[in-house]
């Protein structure tokens, strides 16, 4: 019993409950009225045949085989309908469950673990198509088969009215299929890795290819045959795959075919014999024979096939939200994290390795920054920077050491209530494909506070408020990278007018022009005055604007201090802003920016 209810099977059959109560139940009463159909079929042929015998009215058998007759021929579309319906509600349910399972662990470690990926390919499957059909294709064929299933049960039953032990007879030796033949219903192989990988490369291929962003680079470099051609041969491959594992066992068909034969056998002699005696009545004889035959509908039949298939995808689905909930889990503290800080940030000891990663990126790094004051981060690529940043948002735990916020372990704050203290740019920040309005402010905010925040970042006048941000829409317009950065900005700053405390910025100017840059730094101090602020950058120019300079190399803190300070120290910082200071094109330079942007040491 514990077995059938963690089967894939079972499970389905709950989802169904879970994705449309009503539909379910009308599905479901489908499937049992037309099943009850062929049995009455078949009482009212043996009605009519004993009428005819005995001479009697043919008025209400004759009725009754008419309306039996149209109810089995109007249900059926109507039972196809109610099926894909379901099919679709379903899908549209599971769909959910995916999409929250990834949304809503507060932390990042699941979104980043490869077995997890794997998974979310397999489980995808119930709508994706690519290793088997979908809900809304499956269901009717399911309703179909599960409607002659029942029917198979209700005419086996009328042979209880024959002797005791013939529903039993032909009831399990036609059952007995299902076990001779399930090897051809299961499919074993469709979870298996090289299945897995091949519809994560099919899926991959099909992205590059409708999708735009990859566009240029496929025109660029030739890459359309060799994506359609991956895509194609991948998907015959993973159809082979699927057939190969379904092929029918000739032995197991064997048994299949001589035991359903022996028990037809046996009943029809039994039933003969029994006749010819005079032991049964004609009409009893016509129920009979015809309830056997219909007893065949028991028989494993294609809809097997259909059912494993759609519910293989489904206790996936529904594991993954658990497995997803407990890699991403970050546990939220009680504490309320308004007004912090008003102190300091402190890191102390912070190690911090990534799950999936298997060397330390923080080993041991230190550092203060005083509340209200501005820091910048500089060090070379993979040093470390964007994950200092991640930790701060508690995108993450640090493995050893802590970050407190006015002496308070980030663990211990109100995860929510600390979010709404950040305001964040992250180098790969997300280009909304939805209004400017909501692009400055995803969670709302007075038309007043989104217009000044674009101001802030320069970014007036780049579109209305109402614009779309993607071409893709009508009446919207696509923005260059430079320009769409300043949009991130403006994010972060009406973030700040909003109130957030503490600004991250994870290389915000990298897309600007230098003139753009210079101007928005100016402007991003004052409107983050009062605001804890952390900048990440590797433009010298903008760095030596922020109070304190931190220098981060093999996951420490190596130097620290104002630009003024880490130039006289000579060490890390000196040679690093020199180096770009030198290899800086002057001539493209008017003289006020040259001297802004290379101060002798
Ligand atoms: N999600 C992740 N999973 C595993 N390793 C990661 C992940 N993100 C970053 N890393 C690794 O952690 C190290 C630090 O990455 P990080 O992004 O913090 O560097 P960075 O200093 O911001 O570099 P850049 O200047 O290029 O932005 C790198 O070695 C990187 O490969
Ligand atoms: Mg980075």
Same mark, same amino acid.
């Given at each position: 019993?514990?077995?059938?209810?963690?089967?894939?099977?079972?499970?389905?059959?709950?989802?169904?409950?879970?994705?449309?109560?009503?539909?379910?139940?009308?599905?479901?009463?489908?499937?049992?009225?037309?099943?009850?159909?062929?049995?009455?079929?078949?009482?009212?042929?043996?009605?009519?045949?004993?009428?005819?015998?005995?001479?009697?009215?043919?008025?209400?058998? *004759?009725?009754?085989?008419?309306?039996?007759?149209?109810?089995?021929?109007?249900?059926?579309?109507?039972?196809?309908?109610?099926?894909?319906?379901?099919?679709?509600?379903?899908?549209?349910?599971?769909?959910?469950?995916?999409?929250?399972?990834?949304?809503?662990?507060?932390?990042?470690?699941?979104?980043?673990?490869?077995?997890?990926?794997?998974?979310?390919?397999?489980?995808?499957?119930?709508?994706?198509?690519?290793?088997?059909?979908?809900?809304?294709?499956?269901?009717?064929?399911?309703?179909?088969?599960?409607?002659?299933?029942?029917?198979?049960?209700?005419?086996?039953?009328?042979?209880?009215?024959?002797?005791?032990?013939?529903?039993?007879?032909?009831?399990?030796?036609?059952?007995?299929?299902?076990?001779?033949?399930?090897?051809?219903?299961?499919?074993?192989?469709?979870?298996?890795?090289?299945?897995?990988?091949?519809? $994560?490369?099919?899926?991959?291929?099909?992205?590059?290819?409708?999708?735009?962003?990859?566009?240029?680079?496929?025109?660029?470099?030739?890459?359309?045959?060799?994506?359609?051609?991956?895509?194609?041969?991948?998907?015959?491959?993973?159809?082979?795959?699927?057939?190969?594992?379904?092929?029918?066992?000739? $032995?197991?068909?064997?048994?299949?075919?001589?035991?359903?034969?022996?028990?037809?056998?046996?009943?029809?002699?039994?039933?003969? $014999?029994?006749?010819?005696?005079?032991?049964?009545?004609?009409?009893?004889?016509?129920?009979?024979?015809?309830?056997?035959?219909?007893?065949?509908?028991?028989?494993?039949?294609?809809?097997?096939?259909?059912?494993?298939?759609?519910?293989?995808?489904?206790?996936?689905?529904?594991?993954?939200?658990?497995?997803?909930?407990?890699?991403?889990?970050?546990?939220?503290?009680?504490?309320?994290?308004?007004?912090?800080?008003?102190?300091?940030?402190?890191?102390?000891? #912070?190690?911090?390795?990534?799950?999936?990663?298997?060397?330390?990126?923080?080993?041991?790094?230190?550092?203060?920054?005083?509340?209200?004051?501005?820091?910048?981060?500089?060090?070379?690529?993979?040093?470390?920077?964007?994950?200092?940043?991640? *930790?701060?948002?508690?995108?993450?735990?640090?493995?050893?050491?802590?970050?407190?916020?006015?002496?308070?372990?980030?663990?211990?704050?109100?995860?929510?209530?600390?979010?709404?203290?950040?305001?964040?740019?992250?180098?790969?920040?997300?280009?909304?494909?939805?209004?400017?309005?909501?692009?400055?402010?995803?969670?709302?905010?007075?038309?007043?506070?989104?217009?000044?925040?674009?101001?802030?970042?320069?970014?007036?006048?780049?579109?209305?408020?109402?614009?779309?941000?993607?071409?893709?829409?009508?009446?919207?317009?696509?923005?260059?990278?430079?320009?769409?950065?300043?949009?991130?900005?403006?994010?972060?700053?009406?973030?700040?007018?909003?109130?957030?405390?503490?600004?991250?910025?994870?290389?915000?100017?990298?897309?600007?022009?230098?003139?753009?840059?210079?101007?928005?730094?100016?402007?991003?101090?004052?409107?983050?005055?009062?605001?804890?602020?952390?900048?990440?950058?590797?433009?010298?120019?903008?760095?030596?604007?922020?109070?304190?300079?931190?220098?981060?190399?093999?996951?420490?803190? #190596?130097?620290?201090?104002?630009?003024?300070?880490?130039?006289?120290?000579?060490?890390?910082?000196?040679?690093?802003?020199?180096?770009?200071?030198? $290899?800086?094109?002057?001539?493209?330079?008017?003289?006020?920016? #040259?001297?802004?942007? #290379?101060?002798?040491?």
């Amino acid at each position: 019993m514990r077995r059938f209810r963690q089967s894939a099977e079972w499970r389905l059959f709950r989802a169904f409950f879970s994705a449309s109560p009503r539909l379910a139940i009308v599905w479901w009463s489908l499937v049992v009225l037309r099943g009850l159909l062929p049995a009455a079929f078949v009482v009212a042929m043996g009605v009519l045949v004993s009428a005819v015998q005995h001479g009697d009215s043919l008025a209400i058998p *004759l009725t009754l085989i008419g309306v039996v007759f149209i109810a089995l021929q109007a249900l059926g579309p109507v039972h196809d309908a109610v099926s894909s319906n379901l099919g679709a509600q379903l899908s549209a349910w599971l769909h959910d469950q995916l999409m929250y399972a990834c949304v809503r662990p507060p932390g990042l470690g699941h979104l980043e673990r490869s077995d997890l990926a794997d998974d979310l390919s397999a489980a995808r499957e119930f709508d994706l198509g690519i290793s088997g059909p979908g809900l809304v294709v499956s269901m009717p064929n399911i309703g179909g088969g599960f409607a002659s299933f029942a029917g198979g049960i209700a005419q086996a039953t009328l042979l209880f009215g024959y002797r005791w032990w013939a529903p039993l007879l032909l009831g399990g030796a036609w059952g007995s299929t299902h076990h001779f033949l399930k090897s051809a219903s299961i499919w074993h192989g469709r979870t298996t890795d090289e299945m897995v990988e091949k519809q $994560r490369r099919a899926g991959y291929a099909y992205r590059l290819s409708v999708e735009s962003p990859a566009a240029k680079e496929v025109r660029l470099f030739g890459l359309a045959g060799w994506i359609v051609g991956g895509f194609s041969s991948l998907r015959r491959q993973l159809l082979d795959l699927s057939w190969a594992d379904r092929r029918l066992g000739a $032995r197991s068909t064997t048994y299949a075919i001589v035991v359903v034969g022996v028990a037809n056998g046996l009943f029809f002699w039994s039933l003969g $014999r029994d006749a010819s005696a005079g032991h049964l009545a004609l009409g009893a004889l016509v129920v009979y024979a015809q309830a056997a035959v219909g007893a065949s509908a028991l028989a494993f039949g294609e809809y097997d096939w259909w059912l494993r298939t759609s519910a293989q995808p489904v206790p996936l689905v529904l594991d993954l939200a658990t497995r997803m909930g407990s890699s991403g889990a970050l546990s939220s503290g009680t504490r309320s994290a308004d007004a912090l800080p008003s102190h300091e940030i402190r890191f102390e000891g #912070v190690r911090f390795g990534y799950p999936s990663g298997d060397r330390l990126v923080l080993d041991g790094f230190d550092l203060t920054i005083p509340a209200g004051t501005s820091l910048a981060i500089v060090g070379k690529n993979g040093a470390g920077k964007t994950t200092l940043a991640k *930790l701060l948002c508690r995108m993450y735990d640090p493995t050893a050491g802590a970050i407190r916020v006015d002496g308070v372990d980030l663990r211990d704050l109100d995860l929510a209530s600390w979010r709404s203290r950040l305001a964040a740019v992250f180098q790969d920040y997300l280009r909304y494909e939805l209004p400017l309005r909501d692009n400055v402010a995803p969670g709302g905010a007075p038309d007043a506070e989104i217009l000044a925040a674009l101001s802030d970042a320069r970014a007036d006048g780049l579109a209305a408020l109402d614009t779309v941000l993607s071409r893709a829409y009508e009446g919207g317009r696509d923005l260059s990278g430079g320009q769409w950065q300043r949009v991130a900005l403006a994010r972060a700053l009406c973030a700040v007018r909003l109130g957030a405390g503490v600004v991250v910025l994870d290389e915000p100017t990298a897309q600007l022009d230098v003139r753009g840059e210079l101007e928005i730094f100016e402007r991003l101090i004052d409107a983050t005055r009062g605001a804890t602020t952390i900048l990440v950058s590797h433009r010298f120019s903008t760095v030596r604007r922020a109070d304190r300079i931190c220098v981060v190399e093999a996951g420490r803190v #190596v130097e620290v201090g104002t630009h003024e300070e880490l130039i006289e120290l000579a060490g890390r910082y000196r040679a690093m802003f020199e180096l770009q200071a030198s $290899r800086f094109d002057v001539g493209d330079l008017e003289d006020g920016d #040259v001297v802004s942007l #290379v101060e002798p040491a």
